[in-house]
């Protein structure tokens, strides 16, 4: 009893200061930001870097969750040295890169140069594009996706489903709107005509697939070897409007990313509605996986992927 008691103590302290470092992250985002303007991208760089590795030691609980879902994946496979390394690595990434992304929404003429692309396939995109009927363009947390929608709206128009940020939503959509990215939110009734007239227009709508989202249906698919709740949308949208499906992803390498363009993906009616959603979510996951399984260091792998489903499960999980 007294031990039941006690977690149930630690974790209202847990909440509780984590809702006073929210308030004083909010009170201070405006100063914090404006000074990290000023600074170089080395610079910012060594600050995601410091501030990831802090993070690791740090707080425990995203630590302990990293770990145990590289436990997951890899198993006895990866030695525990090298998953610490992997949760580490990817915990400085994200910081890295948001960073990165802010240094570029202010320095936008500097994002090409820093981006190693193919042509061919970039052109390949554009042809998709030019007959009309846009392009559902799915990411993961890896590499850097938000850098990802800048990057390719310099092809053609982009817009990002995705959910609302509770607390520094402004300042993310902020950011996007100054490389014209534009916001679709996928809690506002309108979102589902707004992102059918954007690909009538030849646009592309980018979604994040790898989350357990709320107020979203899904279903339960494998997903590196264990089910995970994850929402069909794209496969909805492309049934709906014909429009292709495009995995893209933005990985780092050394100083530079690297832009991955898969093949365009035609997603058509199967033999029923449930085969049709499971079979095409389960090779977009399959894409995604390739490349967390390629650059493991650069996925974010403290959040829950495999827990109970947040969303509502339309369909049952495969026998």
């Given at each position: 009893m007294l031990?039941?008691?006690?977690?149930?103590?630690?974790?209202?302290?847990?909440?509780?200061?984590?809702?006073?470092?929210?308030?004083?992250?909010?009170?201070l985002a405006p100063f914090?930001?404006?000074?990290?303007?000023?600074?170089?991208?080395?610079k910012l760089h060594?600050?995601?870097?410091?501030?990831?590795?802090?993070?690791?030691?740090?707080?425990a609980s995203s630590r302990g969750l990293g770990l145990d879902n590289l436990d997951r994946v890899f198993g006895k496979s990866v030695p525990r040295d090298q998953k610490e390394y992997f949760c580490r690595e990817s915990f400085?990434?994200?910081?890295?890169?948001?960073?990165d992304f802010y240094y570029f929404s202010f320095h936008p003429e500097e994002i090409e140069s820093h981006i190693l692309a193919d042509p061919e396939a970039e052109e390949r995109v554009r042809a998709i594009l030019d007959k009309g009927r846009g392009a559902l363009v799915f990411s993961a947390h890896i590499g850097n996706w938000e850098l990802l929608a800048s990057y390719m709206g310099r092809i053609a128009p982009i817009n990002l489903l995705t959910r609302r940020h509770k607390d520094f939503n402004h300042y993310v959509t902020d950011c996007r709107a100054r490389h014209h990215v534009d916001t679709i939110y996928d809690d506002s009734i309108t979102s589902m005509k707004k992102i059918l007239r954007r690909l009538r227009q030849g646009e592309m709508v980018g979604l994040i697939i790898d989350r357990n989202l709320r107020h979203?249906?899904?279903?339960?698919v494998d997903f590196m070897g264990s089910p995970a709740f994850t929402p069909y949308y794209p496969v909805k949208?492309?049934?709906?409007?014909?429009?292709?499906?495009?995995?893209?992803?933005?990985l780092q390498e050394g100083p530079f990313y690297r832009l991955h363009i898969e093949d365009p993906i035609e997603v058509?009616?199967?033999d029923d509605i449930e085969t049709t959603y499971r079979a095409y979510t389960?090779?977009?996951?399959?894409?995604?996986?390739?490349?967390?399984?390629?650059?493991?260091?650069?996925?974010?792998?403290?959040?829950?992927?495999w827990s109970r489903p947040k969303g509502t499960v339309t369909f049952p999980p495969q026998a």
């Open positions: 031990r039941v008691r006690f977690k149930r103590l630690k974790r209202r302290l847990r909440v509780f200061f984590r809702g006073v470092l929210w308030r004083i992250g909010r009170i914090i930001l404006k000074a990290l303007r000023s600074l170089p991208r080395d060594a600050i995601g870097t410091g501030f990831g590795s802090a993070w690791f030691h740090l707080i400085k990434n994200i910081l890295e890169c948001m960073l979203v249906d899904g279903m339960m949208l492309a049934l709906k409007t014909g429009a292709p499906v495009i995995g893209i992803f933005l058509k009616m199967l389960r090779a977009f996951l399959q894409t995604v996986e390739k490349h967390v399984r390629t650059h493991p260091g650069q996925w974010f792998w403290a959040h829950k992927r």
